[in-house]
C-alpha cells in the first residue's frame, strides 16, 4: 500500500506526473467524491503552472511551483493512507478503532453482536478439544499393549501355575548343550511358581485370554524367566528331553529361560489360584487383532465383549464387536484381571483421541468445547462470576469518567 512518505517522496523530486497517477490510483481504490473534486482542481493548478512556465521569470517559476508543491503537500495530508512504513501499525490500529466505533454506534449493532455470539456458539459446539480424561471398564478376549514403564509378571508376590509352556526358547543355562534354535519348552505337574517374567518399557505385547489360560506374545523383543519347579515335568521335544524336576528329597529346584526374539508364553493357573497380573502403564492399546485361528472371522475382528467408556462425565456403552480407538494415551494405567476366560480391564489416562465403531459406523467420543464448558461446573461458576463482576463494574467505569470529567 502507498504511504503519505513515499507520496512526499515524489513531490520532493518534483515527479508530478508519477505523483498524480499514484493518487488517481489510490483514489479509485478507495473513492472519495471531496478528495475527487480536489484531485481535478490540483490537476488544473498543475496544468495551468506548465502552461505558463515559459513564460515567467526564474523567481516568478519558484513561487508558482511552491504554491504547487504546498498545494499537493496538503492534500497528501488529508488522503486516509498510512503515514509510512514506520507508522503503518498505527495506522491499521486507527482504522481498526474506527471500523469498531461505527460498529457501536450503529443501529444494527445489536444484530451484529447476537450474529457475533451465534457464530461462537456454532464453532465451540463444533470443534473438538484436544485432550480428554476417560475411564474405561470392559471385558475383552484379546487386547495389544506397549508398555511405557518396565513391567514383569510374577515379580515381588507368589504366582503359581499349573502349566507353562515357551515357544522360541533361546537357552536354557543350566543345560550344558543347546543345538536348536526357538526350541519348545513344556512345564507341567507339581509345583510351578513363576517368580520373574520382565518386559522392558517400550516393547509391544498381545494378551490373549483362553478359558484358564493366558498366552502373551512380544512383537519383537525377547525375555528372561526365573522360575522355582517341584515335582514338575520339563519337556523339550526339540531335544527329546522328557525329564523330571525339583524332586521332594532335594527341595525346589530353579529354573532360568532365555527366550529369542518374539515368544509366545502359555500361562496356565489352577482354578483356586488366578493369575495374577500387576498394574501396568502403558502408552498404546489395541483391541483388534488379525483372525488366525478360525478362518472365518473377519481380517479384522474386536476383542471386545462388552464394557463401557467414561469420557468427560459422558457414559458410552460397548458391544460386543465394538471397535475402540484410543491415540494418544498419557500417564495411562491399566489394571487388569484374567477371569473365566476372558480379561476384566481398567484403563484410566488422558487420551488425544477416542473413537468408536461398530456395524461400520463410527463415533468421535472426544467432546466439544461446548461438552466440555457444559461439564465442568467449576469452570462455569467462575466464568458466571467473572461476567457479573464485569456488569457491575463496566456501568461504573463510566460514571467515574463522567464525574471526573
Known amino acids: 500500500m502507498t504511504t503519505q512518505q513515499q507520496l512526499q517522496a515524489l513531490l520532493a523530486r518534483n515527479e508530478f506526473e508519477n505523483l498524480i497517477a499514484e493518487i488517481r490510483l489510490i483514489c479509485l481504490q478507495a473513492p472519495n467524491d471531496q478528495h475527487g473534486n480536489d484531485l481535478v482542481l490540483l490537476v488544473a493548478q498543475y496544468n495551468a503552472f506548465l502552461e505558463n512556465?515559459?513564460?515567467?521569470?526564474?523567481?516568478d517559476r519558484d513561487v508558482a511551483l511552491a504554491k504547487v508543491t504546498d498545494s499537493f503537500q496538503d492534500f497528501i495530508q488529508l488522503l486516509d493512507i498510512p503515514k509510512g512504513d514506520a507508522t503503518q501499525a498505527e495506522w491499521f490500529k486507527k482504522q481498526q478503532k474506527n471500523a469498531v466505533e461505527e460498529i457501536v454506534q450503529s443501529p444494527w449493532r445489536w444484530s451484529v453482536l447476537i450474529a457475533v455470539l451465534s457464530l461462537?456458539?456454532?464453532?465451540?459446539?463444533?470443534?473438538?478439544?484436544?485432550?480428554?480424561?476417560f475411564e474405561l471398564k470392559a471385558r475383552v478376549k484379546k487386547i495389544g499393549l506397549r508398555l511405557a514403564q518396565d513391567w514383569s509378571i510374577g515379580a515381588g508376590y507368589d504366582q503359581f501355575l499349573s502349566?507353562?509352556?515357551?515357544?522360541?526358547?533361546?537357552?536354557?543355562?543350566?543345560?550344558?548343550?543347546?543345538?536348536?534354535?526357538?526350541?519348545?519348552?513344556?512345564?507341567?505337574g507339581g509345583r510351578i511358581q513363576l517368580n520373574a517374567l520382565p518386559i522392558e518399557a517400550g516393547q509391544s505385547i498381545t494378551l490373549e485370554a483362553d478359558k484358564q489360560e493366558c498366552i502373551l506374545q512380544l512383537a519383537n523383543g525377547s525375555t528372561r524367566i526365573q522360575l522355582d519347579l517341584l515335582g514338575t515335568r520339563l519337556s523339550l521335544p526339540d531335544l527329546g528331553l522328557d525329564t523330571l524336576l525339583g524332586e521332594i528329597e532335594t527341595g525346589d529346584e530353579s529354573l532360568n529361560l532365555q527366550s529369542s526374539l518374539a515368544p509366545k508364553i502359555w500361562l496356565s493357573v489352577h482354578d483356586s489360584l488366578?493369575?495374577?497380573?500387576?498394574?501396568?502403564?502403558?502408552?498404546?492399546?489395541?483391541?483388534?487383532?488379525?483372525?488366525?485361528?478360525?478362518?472365518?472371522?473377519?481380517?479384522?475382528?474386536?476383542?471386545?465383549?462388552?464394557?463401557?467408556?467414561?469420557?468427560?462425565?459422558?457414559?458410552?456403552?460397548?458391544?460386543?464387536?465394538?471397535?475402540?480407538?484410543?491415540?494418544?494415551?498419557?500417564?495411562?494405567?491399566?489394571?487388569?484381571?484374567?477371569?473365566?476366560?476372558?480379561?476384566?480391564?481398567?484403563?484410566?489416562?488422558?487420551?488425544?483421541?477416542?473413537?468408536?465403531?461398530?456395524?461400520?459406523q463410527r463415533s468421535n467420543l472426544m467432546p466439544t468445547w461446548l461438552q466440555y464448558f457444559r461439564q465442568n461446573q467449576a469452570f462455569l461458576f467462575y466464568f458466571s462470576s467473572l461476567c457479573a463482576l464485569f456488569a457491575v463494574l463496566f456501568p461504573l467505569r463510566n460514571w467515574f469518567i463522567k464525574a471526573k470529567n
Open 53 to 59: 512556465e515559459a513564460k515567467l521569470y526564474a523567481a
Open 120 to 133: 461462537l456458539l456454532l464453532l465451540i459446539g463444533q470443534l473438538r478439544v484436544q485432550q480428554t480424561d
Open 163 to 188: 502349566r507353562f509352556e515357551l515357544e522360541n526358547a533361546a537357552a536354557i543355562p543350566t543345560l550344558p548343550a543347546w543345538p536348536v534354535n526357538d526350541a519348545f519348552v513344556g512345564l507341567q
Open 274 to 360: 488366578p493369575l495374577v497380573l500387576p498394574e501396568l502403564q502403558v502408552d498404546s492399546i489395541d483391541f483388534n487383532y488379525k483372525a488366525e485361528i478360525n478362518p472365518e472371522e473377519k481380517a479384522d475382528s474386536s476383542g471386545l465383549l462388552s464394557g463401557f467408556i467414561q469420557v468427560d462425565q459422558g457414559i458410552h456403552q460397548l458391544s460386543k464387536g465394538s471397535g475402540l480407538s484410543l491415540g494418544g494415551l498419557q500417564s495411562a494405567i491399566l489394571e487388569i484381571k484374567p477371569q473365566n476366560g476372558g480379561f476384566d480391564l481398567v484403563l484410566r489416562g488422558e487420551a488425544r483421541h477416542l473413537s468408536t465403531a461398530y456395524l461400520g
